[in-house]
């Protein structure tokens, strides 16, 4: 059974940093890709981050718009953890931020993600 227990989430103020660790169980870690969603009050879940698996020819990652530039997901498949590095946090960055885990090597076409975690709630004051 696939599990991700997300954490690292709080309160900051505008302008500051977190960082968010997610720790997956059940399977092979370093063979899925990983990615990040968030989802705001009253708004629909939202792709955050994604990383691939690590291959032969490196591993590739994908960014929504508005976190480009800000935000950086990193993977360590040693301790099977995912990072999400959030910088110059934004109000509109305040939401359950939830760790998925994909259904293959590579970051899926379609967004599907068949595995969640329960999420963990940031916080950005202004």
């Known amino acids: 059974q696939v599990q991700l227990v997300e954490s690292g989430g709080g309160l900051v103020q505008a302008g500051g940093s977190l960082r968010l660790s997610c720790a997956a169980s059940?399977?092979?870690?370093?063979?899925?890709?990983m990615g990040w969603f968030r989802q705001a009050p009253g708004k629909e879940r939202e792709f955050v981050a994604a990383i691939s698996s690590i291959s032969w020819s490196g591993v590739s990652t994908r960014y929504a718009d508005s976190v480009k530039a800000r935000f950086t997901i990193s993977r360590d498949n040693a301790k099977n953890l995912v990072h999400l590095y959030m910088n110059s946090l934004k109000p509109e960055d305040t939401a359950v931020y939830y760790c998925t885990s994909g259904a293959s090597h590579d970051i899926p076409v379609d967004n599907t993600w068949p595995y969640w975690g329960q999420g963990t709630q940031v916080t950005v004051s202004s």
């Open positions: 059940g399977r092979a870690f370093s063979t899925y890709a």
